[in-house]
């Protein structure tokens, strides 16, 4: 299976997340030949068509759309990873209230362009889904994955409640699992990079987010940075 | 076939394509089983997970042969797999059919969609004992003319006059159907049920499509007198553990996986949300 | 109404001593302790304490018997292989409450390979505890399942398996039946009325209900008897996977959605609907038979608020237009 990895507007965070498994890297290369991965290979191959195009970023200057269009022509499947390339992400949070650098527009989600055959969410993403992804690939499908909040998985970690417990403004109700309650189960609240859960109760945790004492502006906020801007 | 959750590995052994999201596939488990009109297996593709799915055709020669609709993520990986990909079953999960109450009667088939690919297992074990039913009918509507599944096989049963087939699909943009020289109307399956004559008091109905299907026909049929105990439908629900433990299937507090996922009309008015 | 009896004996310390010996003989030990959040757990315990001391654990034995994530079959080499056995432990001093949630897990997982596999290695033993100001005892609800109970020198068996442990340490023909010394019932299991819920199908008490339910499974994660998975595949990059059973919820949007994207039981009314007949009124075999055991866990979990017994309640008294 022939790789691609291309970073948008990013920190590279996501590539980390795959580099960081060590004790895959060697499976890994066996099981997929490398045509473009800047953070791990310089010798870049021609540009040609790839099995499997793993995108970082979100979109945010007309080179990276051309690049990402061209990309997508030349890939037989297309995956969006992480938070910046599923909603726009860190970058989108100036939220177009600053001036743009100059060359530059709003940072975009992928979808908006191209058509994503899968995502993979997370600021950063998990190790265990990068890894299941390509797992899964092996076996001619994409990973499985329960759609549910992070609340079940923090209550199956046995977490102390942040939200009721402590008052603090934690999106574990709306907030897609996965993570296993990484952040709530460090006493962090959840911030909701994996983005928002399907049929999400966004009165109800408004109104949770708001008796945590955050004033109504700064829940919208909250609750808005993960959710792609109103893109959807 | 076997207990708990360990599949027995099977094999694609033939794929026949239908139409565009819609194969033929025949796989062989590793040992010998039966699986009645109307019961259910789990079909697992290791990686990528398992999806319920009924016969179309009864057991023969060791195959299990399965219509399956490209329609999810698991089928969608099913469809890249080729002839020789080695896959896991489970089952047979669920009651099935009751074939012997069709015995001496006339059968009246009503599918819907795919719901023709289990009618047409309980089709073909009725066609094998022409000596123990009457006139068989079988009602099937699609939404248009390139999804009627089976069409030729269908056409030929009717051509022999083995049985009366009507057909009807939701959309047209030209009925081109008359090379097999079956009739196919534009409309609802409901019209294809009026314009048929039954004798109520001979008749056992089974019916297999979406709900919408079971919400306007099935009591059309118990109106048109036939007793509701010998009016059958299967369910579909999603099906996951296939013993009654899992809990998706519930409905009316039955689990369909077990108890069903065939009922008779007197058992499902009882079942709140069946139909 | 009384605590059941189950045959118990006073131990005398030696046969105190073997009988720990037994417990505690090629297993790893767990029992209720408070963590530094305040919160009670199962967690490991180097030895058995000498003195009983039920507390409520966050979680209760489904972590153990069907734990989040536990493997159903490995493939591998185009094989595929049930899972490997699983440990053997001995949990101490569970409330009545979950010996009565055990009872339930032991009824309806009775098929249940992995189950019965995790069941026949595991002993539990429970004592009394002192209940809170949120959570009830029911002694006219389940029968309390598990091996063994003590409070004081006192021993009960509550399984064969925990009768032959007393009868080896003590000596066979010396219990005799004795109720279980439960705290006083705080409460009921709410009776619902199958007719009544039969009828309400189209009452806008479920929606009214399920009006701030954020859907976030906490409840159904925290319920000693909910039991609802989904499985899923968890494939390796040398081509190996091992399908998982991990738990899944009746408030989720995919619970009872087919392939193709029907949805049979749409909104939260419904869904909380669901699990409410679940609870109170059990499905298929075990019609009739309420799996709540007042623990109060779920009313704890939830951050809105809900209350399956308010609900009862209000169905009971009729609500509606």
Redesign the interface.
């Known amino acids: 299976m022939s790789l691609a990895w291309v970073r948008y507007t990013s920190c590279s965070g996501c590539q980390l997340m795959l580099t960081n498994c060590e004790a895959q890297l060697a499976e890994l290369a066996m099981q997929v030949e490398l045509r473009e991965f800047d953070l791990i290979s310089s010798a870049c191959a021609e540009k040609g068509r790839v099995d499997l195009a793993l995108v970082e970023g979100s979109v945010s200057t007309p080179t990276e759309l051309d690049s990402l269009l061209d990309l997508r022509a030349r890939s037989r499947w297309l995956v969006a990873i992480g938070a910046c390339a599923l909603t726009g992400g860190i970058n989108a949070l100036a939220g177009g209230a600053e001036r743009p650098e100059p060359g530059t527009f709003p940072p975009q989600p992928l979808r908006r362009f191209v058509r994503v055959d899968w995502e993979i969410p997370g600021c950063p993403p998990e190790r265990s889904e990068l890894l299941s992804l390509f797992g899964a690939l092996r076996h001619g499908g994409w990973p499985a994955r329960l759609e549910c909040a992070v609340c079940m998985e923090c209550r199956i970690a046995e977490n102390r409640c942040l939200l009721m417990e402590d008052r603090l403004p934690c999106l574990g109700p709306v907030t897609r699992a996965g993570c296993r309650a990484r952040c709530p189960g460090v006493g962090v609240a959840c911030e909701g990079c994996r983005g928002e859960v399907a049929e999400a109760h966004r009165d109800e945790v408004f109104r949770l987010l708001a008796g945590c004492g955050l004033p109504s502006r700064e829940v919208r906020r909250r609750l808005g940075r993960f959710r792609g801007n109103g893109h959807d | 076939m076997n207990?708990?959750?360990?599949?027995?590995?099977a094999r694609i052994v033939a794929i026949e394509p239908l139409d565009r999201d819609h194969r033929l596939f025949s796989l062989r488990p590793a040992q010998p089983f039966d699986l009645r009109p109307g019961q259910f297996v789990e079909i697992?593709?290791?990686?990528?997970?398992?999806?319920p799915v009924s016969a179309c055709a009864p057991v023969a020669a060791g195959l299990l042969t399965s219509c399956i609709?490209r329609?999810?993520?698991?089928?969608?990986?099913l469809f890249?797999?080729e002839s020789g990909a080695?896959l896991?079953v489970r089952g047979p999960f669920g009651n099935g059919f009751p074939v012997e109450t069709f015995y001496g009667s006339d059968p009246l088939l009503i599918a819907g969609g795919l719901g023709i690919a289990p009618l047409r297992a309980l089709l073909h074990a009725l066609l094998a004992i022409p000596e123990r039913v009457g006139r068989i009918t079988l009602l099937y509507g699609t939404r248009e003319p390139g999804a009627l599944l089976f069409r030729e096989e269908l056409a030929g049963l009717a051509a022999t006059g083995r049985i009366d087939l009507r057909l009807s699909v939701d959309f047209a943009e030209e009925l081109s159907l008359e090379e097999w020289g079956v009739a196919c109307e534009v409309g609802l399956v409901n019209d294809l049920l009026r314009a048929v004559t039954f004798d109520p008091a001979r008749t056992v109905a089974a019916l297999c499509g979406?709900?919408g299907l079971y919400r306007c026909l099935i009591e059309e049929l118990a109106r048109a007198g036939i007793p509701p105990q010998r009016i059958f439908a299967t369910l579909?629900?999603?099906m996951?553990?296939g013993?009654?433990?899992?809990?998706?299937c519930?409905?009316g507090?039955?689990?369909l996986c077990?108890?069903g996922p065939v009922f008779s009309l007197d058992r499902l008015r009882s079942m709140?949300?069946a139909i | 109404m009384p605590w059941p009896a189950f045959p118990s004996i006073a131990l005398q310390p030696d046969e105190v001593g073997r009988l720990f010996s037994a417990l505690a003989s090629g297993r790893l030990m767990f029992g209720p302790r408070p963590g530094s959040d305040g919160s009670c757990r199962l967690q490991p315990l180097p030895e058995i304490p000498a003195h009983p001391g039920a507390a409520q654990p966050f979680l209760s034995l489904k972590k153990f018997l069907v734990p989040d994530g536990d493997p159903l079959w490995a493939w591998t080499s185009e094989r595929y292989a049930g899972p490997p056995p699983p440990p053997r432990l001995t949990v101490v001093d569970l409330p009545l409450c979950d010996l009565q949630a055990l009872a339930w897990l032991d009824l309806v997982f009775a098929e249940d390979p992995p189950y019965r596999a995790r069941r026949e290695a595991l002993l539990v033993v429970g004592a009394p505890c002192q209940p809170a100001a949120d959570c009830f005892c029911d002694p006219a609800g389940l029968l309390p399942g598990g091996d063994l109970f003590r409070a004081g020198t006192r021993w009960w068996a509550l399984s064969p398996v925990g009768e032959a442990l007393l009868v080896r340490a003590a000596g066979p023909g010396n219990l005799a039946g004795e109720p279980l010394p439960g705290p006083e019932p705080g409460g009921a299991v709410p009776t619902v009325d199958p007719a009544r819920f039969a009828g309400s199908a189209g009452d806008p008490l479920w929606d009214e209900a399920a009006a701030r339910c954020l859907a976030c499974g906490a409840c159904s994660a925290v319920c000693p008897t909910c039991m609802c998975y989904e499985v899923v595949d968890d494939p390796r990059l040398d081509g190996t996977v091992t399908r998982r059973r991990v738990w899944d919820n009746c408030f989720f949007p995919e619970h009872a959605r087919v392939a193709g994207g029907h949805d049979f039981r749409p909104g939260r009314g419904r869904r909380l609907r669901f699990r409410f007949e679940h609870k109170y009124l059990g499905f298929g075999p075990w019609r009739g038979l309420s799996s709540c055991v007042g623990c109060g866990r779920c009313r704890r979990a939830c951050p809105v608020g809900i209350s399956l017994e308010e609900v009862a309640g209000r169905l009971a008294r009729g609500a509606g237009p």
């Open positions: 207990a708990g959750f360990l599949p027995m590995p697992t593709i290791p990686g990528v997970g398992a999806f609709r329609a999810g993520r698991v089928t969608e990986a890249q797999l080695l896991g979406p709900p579909e629900r999603r996951r553990c013993i009654g433990e899992c809990c998706h519930v409905t507090g039955v689990f077990r108890e709140e949300g």
